[in-house]
């Protein structure tokens, strides 16, 4: 189809058409009817993830498109919220509290703040979010405990080091013998990031030959780790 024929690419606005074509399928299709933000989580963590692999594998007619199935479960979220009976919300409140949320967190930007380098834009960015944020009592309030537990156990570690609290996990010594990861590359701390990729592959090996779960065993390690700096923070 060309413009003439095709609605949606004739549209002036295509993303006003997406959530026209969104509103549509929510109330004509029974299978997204039956939808719940709940039941609708497990779409967007592989969409995400999907989206990731096109990132990574460079891949420019996959990014399109998966960005496009991205913002379709942005829209889809929208769609459910706006029949919600008690606090009802749609796609216009969801960009509106976006854009006010960025005019805030930009004030190099939008207001007379100055930021000549990227570390000063994460200084007023920071000082916005903490503004926004006033009801939070920890630093790590907020995470999102659902995370892969790599990505979480970053997260944490990075914000208990901008709070200024450095706990540094003990290293653990397997009960019996186990394969222990050689070290790479002759030295005991990888020195790049594939070198660190060959010594978190190699403990996940030791785990499996453990027949341990890897994956838990970083949860539950988290789970010490912010008990430790929930107490720093008190001062305990």
Same mark, same amino acid.
Request: with cysteine; net charge negative; aromatic share 4%.
């Given at each position: ?35 719940? &933000? ?67 967190? &930009? ?7 100055? #930021? ?28 999102? &405990? ?42 005991? #701390? ?28 970083? !949860?539950?390690?988290? !789970? ?5 700096? !929930? ?6």
């Amino acid at each position: 189809m060309d413009a003439e024929t095709d609605p949606l690419r004739s549209a002036a606005d295509p993303l006003r058409t997406a959530a026209e074509v969104m509103r549509q399928v929510r109330e004509r299709c029974v299978w997204s009817q039956a939808m719940t &933000h709940r039941e609708l989580v497990p779409y967007l963590v592989e969409e995400s993830y999907e989206l990731i692999d096109a990132v990574e594998r460079d891949d420019r007619a996959e990014l399109r498109e998966e960005l496009g199935d991205l913002l379709w479960q942005v829209l889809f979220h929208a769609a459910i919220a706006a029949q919600d009976p008690d606090d009802p919300f749609d796609i216009d409140d969801v960009a509106r509290t976006l854009a006010e949320k960025m005019t805030r967190r &930009h004030p190099h930007v939008f207001g007379d703040a100055v #930021a000549r380098t990227p570390e000063e834009v994460l200084v007023h960015w920071n000082a916005a979010k903490a503004a926004e944020k006033r009801a939070r009592r920890s630093v790590l309030d907020g995470i999102p &405990h659902a995370m892969p537990a790599l990505a979480l156990a970053q997260k944490v570690l990075g914000r208990a080091a901008k709070a200024g609290i450095a706990p540094v996990p003990e290293p653990v010594s397997a009960p019996g013998p186990a394969p222990v990861p050689e070290p790479v590359e002759g030295t005991s #701390a990888p020195a790049s990031e594939a070198e660190l990729g060959d010594a978190l592959l190699a403990l996940v090996a030791t785990a499996r030959a453990h027949g341990w779960d890897a994956e838990r065993a970083l !949860r539950e390690r988290i !789970r010490v780790l912010e008990a430790e700096v !929930r107490s720093a923070e008190a001062g305990d």
